[in-house]
């Protein structure tokens, strides 16, 4: 055994005690004794990618599930600038990823040698911590190896989550016994502890801080959810029944479908249209909990008429808040503060006042909800199916054992304006911290080996071009994986803009149009198809899919040009029923 095979070992082991199981592999030849020491130990769990872009999103997916970082292995050269994107994703995000890239010896760099690049901070900015430890060999001990691999997990996930990047360059040969190298120090700790134990640390909240806001707090205000731990969820349920305020629900927070979360406003962005009367009501405060909320009226309101009271809290110290307004910072274990709050609320008797204003709130929104049901039912069995009624109808038939995993641009928007209530509560994840279109469908089946349960996955046609290799991930997912696959063959969310109405320049420079379709390539991967023409037909397939338990392929044919047209119908709808209820 040389140093190469004790260091691919040690590291691996390593990891391994420490409950670090995904590895995420994309063969290559300098990576060799990180990759024989994955498939040599009987506990990690290993994934072999064609795609370095691909194992990286997978790797992402899986972390998001299951809040442990995932170990992504490639070789030398370009292959590690390919898990640049899910880096960056992870960064933003605070997901916790692990990076290895094997690397060429440093007497091969700057010398024109083959797949040698400067892989140094390759990932700049975007790592919580970088490091290279040099080629194996008994300069670098093997206590001084476990502690950096001790602190490279440590850094995934404290004191914010997100990727680490070790580089590891390795001399040739990677397997080759020599018998000059019995010296090598074969010193390793103890089978079953890990080498360095980290104490749990906690983010503690003042009791005084807890009484302050509670003793500030105006009479009625708007509970803001964003992205925020599922652990959380249900504290975050028992809050928003106990402070009585009406609660706006980003289709992030895991509590915008469904109907198990206390007086949420399903449809506030609808509600905030500008021709509204609600879009005018008074608002007196605005606590938000987790990450930024994905409605731009939301935002825009935020922006442009800030209420007196503004509080934003979250379980970091990272800067989200991009309309400048909010003056009261709180980081807080998400959990931890629900339930101190909820406890002091307990104390005191609830404002009749802001009840009344919620049950305006609830009202308006139930009104919504009714008048957006009978606009999209009317259509369901048309031959032309729209996108807003299909995610309708979606996130009301996916069944409560499946995760919803959805893909950004239009996908995104419309399950957040029109996404059923009266569908089962999911767990649901978005790639939406730099909001790309690229690794949606490797996301979503790592998302799925992570909680080890069947998804649904909604994305557009682009976005499935963009991953058309991962069409393998779907094919050998332990769970099915349902792509539901919105093909208006272009750019749908383009449509929306004002860049739309430059028809010189809009179809071949924005609107990316094609004419293909997914059969072909469903039937190349072994993949259940199905092509409804109808709403109707699409729950029917969707059925027979979910039926089948193997993944499939569901394409959607629609027409985007038509998209902006059926939302001005239903702002209209909307407006003229705000209009004949005020009389």
Request: proline share 6%; aromatic share 10%; with cysteine.
């Amino acid at each position: 055994m040389n140093w190469n095979e004790c260091w691919g070992e040690w590291i691996i082991e390593e990891l391994v005690r420490h409950g670090t199981l995904c590895f995420c592999i994309s063969p290559g030849s300098r990576s060799t004794p990180l990759t024989a020491a994955v498939a040599r130990n009987d506990l990690a769990k290993s994934v072999v990618f064609y795609d370095e872009r691909a194992a990286a999103y997978f790797a992402l997916g899986h972390a998001r599930a299951t809040g442990k970082p995932a170990v992504l292995i490639c070789t030398s050269g370009t292959a590690g600038a390919n898990y640049l994107p899910a880096v960056i994703e992870s960064s933003i995000e605070q997901i916790p990823l692990l990076v290895l890239t094997a690397d060429r010896p440093p007497e091969l760099r700057d010398t024109g040698a083959n797949q040698a690049i400067n892989q140094t901070h390759i990932f700049g900015t975007h790592v919580r911590w970088f490091f290279d430890p040099g080629c194996p060999g008994p300069e670098f001990t093997s206590a001084a190896l476990l502690s950096t691999i001790n602190h490279a997990l440590l850094k995934t996930q404290r004191p914010l989550s997100g990727p680490v990047h070790l580089n590891l360059p390795f001399r040739e040969p990677f397997f080759e016994k020599n018998e000059a190298e019995k010296s090598i120090d074969l010193l390793q700790p103890p089978k079953t502890n890990c080498y360095v134990h980290f104490a749990v640390s906690r983010k503690i909240l003042p009791k005084k801080e807890i009484l302050e806001l509670i003793e500030s707090r105006p009479e009625s205000g708007i509970l803001s959810i964003g992205r925020v731990p599922s652990n959380s969820l249900e504290s975050l349920r028992i809050l928003a029944e106990e402070l009585g305020w009406p609660v706006f629900a980003d289709v992030t927070s895991g509590l915008r479908l469904g109907n198990n979360c206390p007086n949420r406003i399903t449809y506030y962005d609808q509600l905030l249209h500008d021709d509204l009367i609600s879009s005018n009501w008074d608002i007196e405060a605005v606590w938000h909990i987790g990450f930024p909320p994905t409605s731009k009226r939301w935002l825009t309101r935020w922006e442009q008429s800030p209420p007196p009271q503004m509080v934003w809290i979250a379980d970091h110290s990272e800067r989200h808040d991009q309309s400048h307004n909010f003056r009261w910072i709180i980081e807080a274990e998400i959990k931890e503060f629900c339930e101190h709050l909820v406890h002091e609320l307990r104390l005191e008797k609830r404002s009749a006042v802001n009840y009344s204003k919620t049950q305006k709130w609830l009202k308006a929104s139930e009104n919504a909800g009714d008048l957006i049901e009978k606009h999209f039912s009317a259509n369901s069995e048309n031959k032309k199916i729209n996108e807003f009624a299909l995610v309708r109808r979606l996130t009301h038939i996916i069944p409560e054992t499946h995760g919803f995993f959805i893909g950004n641009s239009l996908p995104v928007r419309a399950v957040d304006m029109v996404g059923s209530e009266k569908g089962a509560d999911l767990p649901t994840a978005l790639n939406r911290g730099a909001s790309g279109i690229d690794g949606l469908i490797a996301s979503a089946c790592g998302y799925s080996s992570g909680m080890q349960k069947p998804v649904t996955l909604l994305i557009g046609d682009l976005s499935a071009l963009h991953d058309l290799n991962s069409f393998k991930l779907l094919t050998d997912s332990p769970e099915p994986v349902l792509l539901v696959l919105l093909n208006n063959h272009g750019g749908g969310i383009f449509s929306f803009l004002p860049v739309a109405q430059q028809t010189d320049i809009f179809e071949p420079f924005f609107a990316a149009p094609h004419n293909y379709n997914f059969r072909k390539a469903s039937s190349m991967f072994n993949l259940n198809y199905f092509n409804p023409g109808s709403i109707s037909a699409f729950e029917i397939d969707y059925l027979k899919a979910l039926q089948a338990n193997k993944s499939a392929v569901i394409e959607i044919i629609s027409d985007r040009d038509k998209n902006p047209q059926y939302l001005e119908s239903l702002r209209q709808k909307l407006v003229k029923s705000a209009f004949e209820s005020s009389l």
